[in-house]
């Protein structure tokens, strides 16, 4: 039976898989999507499509015009301050790859990087290769029983030598808020560039990264009604100068002959080749949502999770997670936890 909702009949998707007797709880992984996104998308490459910053005819100007509208548009919902520190990459996966690369000059033998045990492959594994061609330490926080990065251990592992703190806003298995204001201010003291992976974390409210005081922020847009392929960086400009290029071709390109290139600053410097420009215009202007609308819907979803459960599940799965299993789902039959609505929480 279909659950009475307003917003049912925006997502087609819905009625297909309800034909199919399946109920997507999937959103931690990827999201349905919006008609409205997807008559944006039609809307886009039936009207004439064209690249981004090069061409001079009118379906090239149309095009740059609802790209960098864009981008003011998710400078906006991040409260950025300044839409030239939004990057466009092609995923939040892209956009750690870009950094591990484009920050490693900045790296010495024996340097250290600070990672969580929450962390999925994505944030862990740019890191981890950095680590290995560059000779770095790779530190990992440990999680404490309530499935959060335990920041007393934090105090101790941050130190002199760290020069990079990567971690996540909220894990996708854990469904807890990580405590980033402490270990924010612990890497700064040291000196340190800190990375959010916002990848589940942007899902759920507004985020102002300015009051957040990060250096770096990514996620994408699949996770947000959005089609694939499209991914977001934020860096404060600082940040972003001490990044060097690591792909290379199309409108990144400032000058250039057989010998010799200059390349642009961010952002056009890091959105080599064609960037996600359907995706990125269509998927931006229906679906960022009133923040006092959030505020407002929260609560009730929350109402769904019986508190009782869902800290068990965490807690039983922040142990296993530390003990390093693959997919630690024999922890909750143990426990006798059979509801899957700890996934919502």
């Not at 960098?68 to 750690?96: C, M, P, Y």
């Not at 990065?149 to 592992?157: E, K, M, N």
Request: hydrophobic letters at 40%; one cysteine or more; aromatic letters at 8%.
């Amino acid at each position: 039976m279909l659950v009475a909702s307003p917003w049912r009949a925006d997502f087609p998707a819905i009625a297909a898989l309800h034909r199919q007797d399946q109920t997507y709880l999937d959103n931690a992984a990827t999201t349905q999507k919006p008609q409205a996104m997807l008559d944006a998308l039609a809307h886009y490459y039936a009207n004439g499509a064209a690249n981004v910053h090069r061409a001079q005819h009118l379906p090239g100007a149309h095009a740059t015009q609802a790209f960098e509208d864009s981008r003011s548009k998710v400078g906006q919902w991040l409260n950025a301050g300044d839409s030239g520190q939004i990057v466009f990459t092609h995923g939040a996966t892209s956009a750690l790859n870009l950094l591990a690369y484009g920050l490693e000059h900045q790296f010495s033998p024996g340097d250290e990087i600070v990672i969580s045990a929450l962390e999925h492959h994505a944030n862990l594994l740019p890191w981890q290769q950095l680590a290995q061609r560059r000779g770095l330490k790779l530190l990992v926080l440990p999680l404490d029983p309530d499935g959060l990065i335990d920041v007393d251990a934090a105090s101790r592992l941050i130190g002199p030598r760290t020069r990079l703190l990567a971690v996540s806003q909220l894990s996708n298995v854990l469904g807890a808020w990580q405590p980033l204001t402490p270990l924010l201010a612990m890497a700064r003291a040291q000196g340190a560039l800190t990375v959010i992976d916002g990848a589940q974390g942007v899902v759920h409210g507004r985020h102002d990264v300015q009051a957040l005081g990060c250096d770096f922020y990514v996620f994408s847009s699949h996770k947000l009604y959005g089609p694939d392929g499209v991914g977001v960086l934020f860096g404060r400009h600082a940040a972003l100068k001490g990044l060097r290029h690591w792909q290379f071709g199309g409108e990144m390109v400032q000058d250039a002959d057989y010998q010799h290139a200059s390349f642009r600053p961010a952002p056009l410097g890091f959105e080599a080749g064609t960037p996600p420009i359907a995706g990125s215009s269509a998927w931006v202007p229906p679906w960022i949502i009133s923040p006092a609308w959030i505020s407002k819907h929260w609560p009730t979803m929350k109402q769904r999770c019986t508190p009782t459960c869902c800290t068990a599940c965490r807690r039983a799965m922040a142990s296993a997670c530390w003990a390093r299993r693959k997919w630690p789902w024999s922890v909750l039959s143990w426990m006798g936890c059979t509801t899957p609505t700890w996934r919502t929480c």
